[in-house]
């Protein structure tokens, strides 16, 4: 038996980073930038106004106050998005709206709550001036030029795991095409005689195939392309073109057949089709697993995953060896998920030395996590995998976990937020 960690290595070392794509802003989203990208303008272009209200010069209005204000001009007004050549001499003002450019001349701005707009607007006073009614010191509401990004600052740099304000922030900056490292495609083909497509009647001795749709979900939900394979039956020709059809995607991934079955000519027809390894990993579901390369007709090696067919197993065999895979490939630095401590609140026995990945709700109370199993832990239950939002992760050296013992959970649904 190899350990988790071994299998995972040998994996990661025959999987090659993608190359990139060039795609329209919105679509990369999840994607790892491929391209250094430098800002070719200041941000913001001009120095604006951070808030509604006046653009005065701070000198003139030192000493303002509610009791004593200081009445200035109004000779005109910017709306945001307007280029104005107004300027502000002493004793003027000029009324500006939030975002538009201050005028010259200007070196602050006080918000209308400041000023006695409001009265002058409810009388008679007249409205051609302003009583400035605070002293506010130079570049005051003010955002100045570059303050965000400079021209020629790197703003983005390649390996950057595009996320929604990475998006907005390239948009600011005009860019509406982008260089990311492509999506894997990933096929998934399912295997056994007993496994009957979805869109079928279901026959005596048959159950419908639902790893082919797990196992797209998931490649989905980590950021690529399923193509489903469909079902090939345990027989060595319709096998071994089925995995064929398969080869032009990046990564091939099968389901069944790589434990110790009598009818599993899967092993057979993998092992003639590439150097394919064949494993049992220290864990617990999930103990088959096969590796390989497959050689394709133009000479390219294509990496096959062979999960075992029990539902959970190439669910969880799935969490554990594809998606960092999948990640990898997508050119991510960080393959590994920000797992939780929780404090079990039920018993979990291991009784063979292998790491058990117990299906778990995890709820928070009073600022701690807590983990509950779902239900009966067999591999082909897949609706105690439906309930869990979480892996419990039991130790290879431990017997058993008591209620109340610490453990790490890998949690299913979490959104990453790290490169
Ligand atoms: P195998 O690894 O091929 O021996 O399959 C182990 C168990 O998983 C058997 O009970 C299979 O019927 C079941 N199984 C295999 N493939 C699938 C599938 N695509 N969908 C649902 N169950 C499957
Ligand atoms: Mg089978």
Redesign the pocket.
């Known amino acids: 038996m190899i350990s988790v960690e071994e299998a995972l290595t040998k994996i990661l070392n025959s999987i090659q980073i993608l190359d990139s794509e060039e795609k329209p802003l919105l679509d990369c989203l999840g994607q790892v930038l491929a391209e250094d990208v430098y800002s070719p303008f200041d941000v913001p272009p001009h120095d604006n106004s951070a808030m509604d209200g006046y653009a005065v010069q701070a000198g003139g209005i030192k000493g303002a106050s509610h009791k004593n204000p200081k009445v200035l001009r109004v000779v005109g007004e910017i709306a945001a998005g307007k280029v104005s050549d107004l300027k502000v001499e002493p004793g003027t003002a000029i009324r500006i709206m939030t975002g538009a450019f201050v005028p010259n001349g200007a070196d602050v701005v006080v918000p209308f709550e400041d000023t006695d707009e409001i009265e002058r607007k409810e009388t008679a006073i007249s409205k051609t001036e302003i009583g400035v009614r605070v002293s506010l010191t130079e570049g005051c509401n003010i955002r100045r030029r570059g303050e965000d990004i400079v021209q020629g600052e790197l703003v983005l740099a390649k390996g950057k795991l595009l996320r929604p304000a990475d998006i907005g922030l390239l948009a600011s900056l005009g860019k509406s095409m982008v260089q990311v490292i492509r999506r894997p495609l990933v096929g998934i083909l399912?295997?056994?005689n007993?496994?009957a497509d979805i869109n079928r009647p279901l026959l005596p001795g048959k159950?419908?195939?639902?790893?082919?749709y797990s196992l797209a979900a998931q490649v989905l939900l980590y950021g690529g392309v399923p193509k489903l394979l469909g079902?090939a039956p345990d027989n060595e020709e319709q096998l071994t073109a089925a995995v064929r059809g398969g080869l032009q995607c990046d990564i091939l991934v099968t389901?069944?057949?790589?434990?110790l079955?009598d009818y599993?000519v899967?092993k057979q027809v993998l092992a003639a089709e590439g150097n394919v390894s064949f494993w049992t990993v220290r864990m617990k579901p999930g103990k088959?697993l096969a590796f390989g390369m497959f050689k394709r007709g133009d000479g390219k090696e294509v990496p096959h995953l062979g999960l075992?067919?029990?539902?959970v197993s190439s669910m969880i065999t799935f969490e554990v060896f594809a998606r960092p895979a999948i990640f990898k490939m997508m050119g991510r630095s960080n393959l590994t998920k920000s797992n939780i401590t929780a404090v079990m609140e039920d018993s979990v026995g291991n009784k063979d030395g292998r790491r058990i990945f117990s299906r778990v709700v995890v709820t928070r109370r009073d600022s701690k996590y807590f983990a509950r199993i779902t239900g009966p832990q067999g591999s082909?239950i897949l609706s105690s995998m439906a309930k869990a939002n979480g892996l419990a992760i039991i130790p290879e050296n431990t017997r058993e976990v008591k209620p109340g013992t610490p453990v790490e959970v890998i949690m299913l649904d979490w959104d990453e937020v790290h490169d």
Do not use: Q, R
């Not at 159950?207 to 082919?212: A, G, L």
């Not at 389901?255 to 434990?259: D, H, P, Q, R």
């Open positions: 399912a295997t056994g007993e496994v159950i419908y195939n639902s790893n082919s079902v389901s069944g057949g790589v434990s079955g599993d899967v088959p075992p067919g029990n539902p082909g």
